[in-house]
C-alpha cells in the first residue's frame, strides 16, 4: 500500500532532523502495534542515510554485530574493535555525530530490557556527557506502550525526561481513510467506509492488508478477516499477550465483557465472581486499552461510570472473534461470518457515534465533543458538540438510518439535560441528526 496522511508527524521529525545539527535531539516515537511507526521514520527520511538499529531478543554481542554492519555499511566507515556492549556502539556513535551529524533510529527500543537491562543506565550516563556537543538526531520507536512510557515518564527510570520529543502515533483520522478507499476503490459507498473503520480501527497495517488483498467492499473487508489462517484471528492474542504476560486471561476476560456491553465494574465483577478494580486501573492507566467514561458535566468521579475499549479493532475482536473463539477451533469460519452479518447493524450503530467524534477532533474548531445519560438509562444524548468560544452548542441523535432519527424526543432529553446539568444557559442551542448520510 503506498503511504497516506502523517504529514504532522513527518514535519515534526524533519524540523527535530534540522534541530540536531545545532543541538542534540532525542525523540521517543511510540504507538500500538502494527500503527505504522517505523513506516513513517522510514518515509520522513527516505531520501536520506540514517543508521537504522533494530532491537531482537538475540544476546548483546549478536545484535552488537548487526549494529556494526549498519555503520561501516552506511557511513562507509570502520568500528574500531570488536564491540560487544552496546553502551560502546552508542559511545562510538555519539562522539561521531560531534563531526558528522546523522540520525540514528533504534526500533522495539524496550526490548533492551531483554537483553541487558542495564543498557538504559548506561545511555543515560552517555547521553549526560556527550549531548552537549553531539549533533545527533536519537530516535526510538517502540510497540509496547507502556514499557515506553514507563521508560520515559517515570522518576525512577533512568531515562526520565531525557526525551526532548515524545511522538505518539495514532491511527488514521477518517479523512485519510476516505483517502484511501478513494485510492484503491472510487465507487466505495458509506457502508464500505464505516466498515473499514469498525474493522481495522484506522490501524495502518490492518488496512493495508485489506488494500493490498483488494478487499475494499465491506462484504469483501469481512470475508478476508474470517477465513481460515487469517492474519487478523490470531493478532488480538497475538498483540496482547506480551504485554498482559501470564495474567492474560483476566484482562481478556474484562476486555471482552466491555467489547460485548457489559460496560460497568459492577456488572463485570457480578459476572465474574471476582473483584476487578486493579486489572481494569491497570487496563486504562498502563495500557491505554479502556476509557472511562462519565456523562458530561458529572462532578462525581466514581458514579455512573461506564467503560469502552479505545481501540476499535480489539473491540471487534474481543466482541466476535475471541468470543466465538469456539467457532475457529471447529473450522466453522462461515458461521463466523453470518454471527457478524447478522450483528453487524446493531454493532455498527455504535460504532458511527464514534466516527463522528473523530471527524469532529480532526476539525479543531470544537472545545467540547462529549455525550449524556442521566442515572436511570432513560435520557441518553449521543453526541454534544460546543464551542465555548463562539457560545453555541449543538446536541445530536445518531442513527445509521436518517428516517429513524426523532428531534422531538431528543429536544426532551436536552431539556433534562438542561434541568440535570444548568449548562449551557447563554449558548446558542441547536439540535441535529447524524446518520450514514452524513459521512
Not at 563531526?99 to 538504559?120: C, H, K, W, Y
Not at 458530561?296 to 468521579?301: E, I, N, P, R, V
Not at 438509562?377 to 463562539?390: F, Y
Request: with cysteine; charged share 30%.
Amino acid at each position: 500500500m503506498k503511504f497516506f496522511g502523517r504529514e504532522y508527524e513527518i514535519q515534526k521529525l524533519r524540523e527535530t532532523k534540522a534541530l540536531s545539527q545545532r543541538a542534540a535531539q532525542f525523540t521517543v516515537l511510540t504507538g500500538r502495534r502494527r500503527i505504522g511507526k517505523t513506516s513513517l521514520v522510514m518515509n520522513a527520511f527516505e531520501n536520506d542515510a540514517f543508521l537504522y538499529f533494530f532491537v531482537t531478543r538475540s544476546t548483546e554481542s549478536v545484535l552488537c554485530e548487526e549494529f556494526v554492519e549498519e555503520i561501516t555499511s552506511k557511513l562507509q566507515i570502520p568500528v574500531l574493535g570488536k564491540a560487544e556492549r552496546f553502551a560502546d556502539i552508542f559511545d562510538f556513535v555519539m562522539e561521531l555525530s560531534k563531526t558528522r551529524p546523522l540520525t540514528l533510529m533504534i526500533d522495539e527500543f524496550q526490548d533492551f530490557s531483554r537483553v541487558n537491562g542495564a543498557i538504559f543506565s548506561q545511555m543515560q550516563k552517555i547521553w549526560d556527557q556527550k549531548k552537549g556537543e553531539a549533533k545527533i538526531n536519537l530516535i526510538v520507536c517502540g510497540s509496547v506502550y507502556s514499557m515506553m512510557t514507563k521508560l520515559f515518564r517515570d522518576k525512577k527510570e533512568p531515562l526520565y525526561g531525557r526525551q526532548t520529543e515524545f511522538l505518539k502515533l495514532e491511527p488514521f483520522t477518517p479523512s485519510v481513510m476516505k483517502e484511501i478507499l478513494e485510492y484503491y476503490h472510487p465507487g466505495y459507498t458509506k457502508e464500505d467506509l464505516l466498515a473499514i473503520y469498525a474493522y481495522t480501527g484506522g490501524v495502518a497495517k490492518y488496512v493495508e492488508l485489506l488494500m493490498d488483498a483488494e478487499a475494499t467492499t465491506w462484504d469483501k473487508m469481512l470475508r478476508r478477516i474470517v477465513a481460515k489462517n487469517s492474519y487478523f484471528i490470531y493478532e488480538g492474542k497475538n498483540m496482547l499477550i506480551e504485554e498482559f504476560g501470564r495474567d492474560y486471561g483476566r484482562y481478556f476476560d474484562i476486555l471482552k465483557l466491555i467489547a460485548t456491553g457489559h460496560n460497568t465494574r459492577g456488572d463485570i465483577e457480578g459476572i465474574l465472581h471476582a473483584e476487578v478494580s486493579g486489572y481494569m486501573t491497570r487496563l486504562e492507566n498502563d495500557y491505554g486499552l479502556i476509557a472511562k467514561n462519565k456523562p458530561m458535566f458529572q462532578k462525581s468521579a466514581n458514579k455512573n461510570i461506564v467503560y469502552e475499549v479505545n481501540d476499535l479493532f480489539l473491540q471487534f475482536w474481543f466482541r466476535f472473534i475471541y468470543k466465538y473463539n469456539h467457532f475457529i477451533e471447529a473450522n466453522a469460519y462461515g458461521k463466523l461470518a453470518e454471527i457478524i452479518e447478522r450483528d453487524y447493524e446493531t454493532y455498527t450503530g455504535k460504532v458511527l457515534e464514534r466516527y463522528f467524534k473523530d471527524v469532529m477532533r480532526e476539525s479543531g474548531q470544537l472545545t467540547h465533543i462529549d455525550k449524556w445519560w442521566d442515572r436511570r438509562g432513560e435520557n441518553e444524548i449521543d453526541i454534544i458538540a460546543a464551542d465555548d468560544l463562539e457560545k453555541w452548542v449543538t446536541f445530536y441523535e445518531v442513527k445509521r438510518q436518517r428516517s429513524e432519527i426523532d428531534l422531538s424526543a431528543l429536544e426532551k432529553k436536552v431539556q433534562r439535560f438542561k434541568e440535570v446539568t444548568g449548562e449551557f444557559k447563554r449558548y446558542e442551542v441547536s439540535l441535529a441528526g447524524l446518520s450514514m448520510e452524513d459521512m
